[in-house]
């Protein structure tokens, strides 16, 4: 099924230089970059995107983290994009993560993995939503 999802190369993926090696492998996986743009979000911002994670012991410090320096988004489009996407990725946990996945081969720890990905139709269309407009998505 034809579908979009959320990506974020996290800021230690943009300080750290990832911007072109993760494009790169969505490139060469056949996915398609519908929308893209460097953004700053602030502590608020952060933890309006992970409000689904609000509560939770790490909440206070991924949101530190995410509003820490600039972040690329996209948004990613293909058939099944949301699964195959975060098989690229790996695991949230990059100790568990698959070999040769960007988070297996450039997170620094459980928090600082580099990518973000969407998890559902529902979630990417909330995430989609979160950080663009209808005319900044051009196909
Ligand atoms: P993401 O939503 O960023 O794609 P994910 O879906 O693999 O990652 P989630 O469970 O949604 O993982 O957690 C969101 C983010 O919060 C993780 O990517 C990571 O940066 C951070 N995080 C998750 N679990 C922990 C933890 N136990 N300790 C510290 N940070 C964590
Ligand atoms: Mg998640």
């Known amino acids: ?13 943009v300080s750290r ?15 398609e970059i519908a929308a893209m743009k460097m953004i700053w979000m602030t502590k ?9 994670h609000e509560g939770k012991p790490f909440y206070e410090s991924v949101t530190d983290f995410m509003s820490s320096g600039p972040s690329v988004v996209m948004i990613l489009k293909g058939d099944d994009v949301i699964k195959r996407y975060r098989k690229i990725m790996g ?19 459980i928090e600082k993995n ?16 979160y950080f663009f407009n209808s005319l900044e998505i051009l196909k």
């Open 91 to 109: 695991a949230t946990n990059y100790e568990e993560a698959e070999e040769g996945t960007i988070r297996r081969e450039f997170a620094t720890d």
């Open 1 to 13: 099924m034809r579908e979009k999802t959320l990506s974020i190369i996290k800021p230690d993926g």
């Open 44 to 52: 608020e911002q952060a933890k309006g995107f992970y409000k689904v």
């Open 114 to 129: 580099v990518v973000h990905g969407s998890d559902s139709v529902e979630n990417a269309k909330f995430e989609i939503n």
């Open 17 to 31: 230089n990832l911007i072109g090696e993760v494009v790169k492998r969505l490139e060469s996986a056949g996915i």
